[in-house]
């Protein structure tokens, strides 16, 4: 355990996803559970012992109770959390298989979170001993204000020398590529530690892997060390561009590594061939991992292996958070996960 503090700040979102892997129109009910990106992240950092801050805009409500209880389960802190608005974000998700790809449906207009505007949050008092702060380019995607409020809160944390991670996690459901790119260079300028999936860097700025084909599934990750040269190129501010690499062999199966550049030496991961329960928040536990082994002092290289074999196990677990441990990832990274049944 450590007293670390970090800070997380986005949308957490009541999240409705059809059993098993019916289709939309096959269901008569459909799961509970709640999630996000920073949420997720935060969780994740609270499982491995981090004094974890989310920093978010929930109904007034019993839904906006339940939301916030889920936080505490995992023993995220909700101090900071302002209660306004009129209703969560909802996301449908219809869980594909084999050769049919998942689908998600938002409902996130007018939530409490998308009319979040600067000033709401007091961030000297939510920053004071804070390490870190993480974001996405998810939540500024939600309305103008909240835009602000996330280049808001990226300036208070760097007055206030935390590092700043941000995963890019373009939506094109959310906003268009123009807009996502005239905000997010914005977003950028102060950021130490860039995440992005193997096509977010050409989706929000251009920036392309060479010839690899993405929808094909194939992926050379060497090709991946110039899109961190430009991302540096394009925002002195970074220390770090980390990559994750999902080669999609089908909706069941992926292999699953990622790429590392510090300006200096390109790492590469162990590749994971991953049968799938549930891709989503995927990145996020990547993202998480990789947090957990900078603060907690490992090298380049082997904050990359924990980030990757983090979220390798996400992988296998329903629901947007990654429930596993420090001594789960590290164990997966020593003895190569062969899944044998654990007495």
């Known amino acids: 355990m450590t007293n670390t503090k970090v800070v997380t700040f986005g949308e957490i979102m009541l999240r409705l996803s ?18 996000g990106g920073e949420a997720n992240v935060a969780v994740s950092l609270a499982q491995f012992g981090f004094d974890v801050f989310h920093v978010t805009r929930l109904p007034n409500n019993e839904i906006g109770d339940s939301a916030l209880n889920e936080l505490r389960k995992y023993g995220v802190r909700t101090e900071y959390i302002l209660r ?20 998600v449906i938002y409902d996130r207009s007018h939530t409490s979170m998308a009319e ?19 974001v996405t380019g998810i939540t500024p995607a939600l309305s ?50 860039a995440i992005a999936n193997e096509e977010d860097a050409e989706l929000v700025f251009g920036i392309k892997a060479g010839d690899t084909d993405v929808g094909a599934g194939r992926l050379d990750e060497a090709l991946y ?16 561009v980390a990559i994750t690499l999902r080669e999609s062999l089908s909706a069941s199966d992926n292999n699953w590594s990622a790429v590392l550049w510090d300006g ?41 292996e924990f980030a990757v074999a983090a979220s390798c196990l996400k992988h296998t677990v329903p629901g947007d958070f990654n429930h596993c441990s420090v001594a789960e990832v590290e164990s997966l990274i020593k003895e190569g996960g062969a899944g044998r049944v654990q007495r």
């Open 264 to 304: 200096n030496t390109f790492y590469q991961s162990k590749k994971y061939s991953v049968r799938i329960v549930d891709r989503v928040g995927g990145g996020d536990s990547f993202g998480a991992g990789l947090i957990y082994g900078m603060l907690t002092g490992k090298n380049a290289k082997d904050s990359l």
């Open 144 to 193: 103008t204000t909240v835009a602000d409020a996330t280049i808001e809160a990226i300036k208070a944390a760097r007055s206030g020398s935390l590092t700043i991670s941000c995963d890019l996690n373009y939506r094109k459901n959310l906003w268009t590529r123009e807009k996502a790119q005239q905000v997010m260079n914005q977003v950028l300028q102060n950021v130490d530690v």
């Open 84 to 103: 306004g608005g009129e209703r969560l974000g909802i996301y449908f998700l219809e869980s594909g298989a084999s050769q049919r790809p998942s689908k």
């Open 116 to 134: 979040m505007k600067p000033g709401m949050v007091k961030w000297d008092n939510v920053f004071k001993g804070a390490k870190w702060l993480h």
């Open 18 to 35: 059809t059993p098993g892997n019916q289709r939309f129109a096959q269901a008569t009910h459909y799961d509970v559970n709640y999630g």
């Open 225 to 240: 060390q110039d899109v961190g040269k430009q991302l540096m190129q394009r925002f002195p501010s970074l220390k770090y």
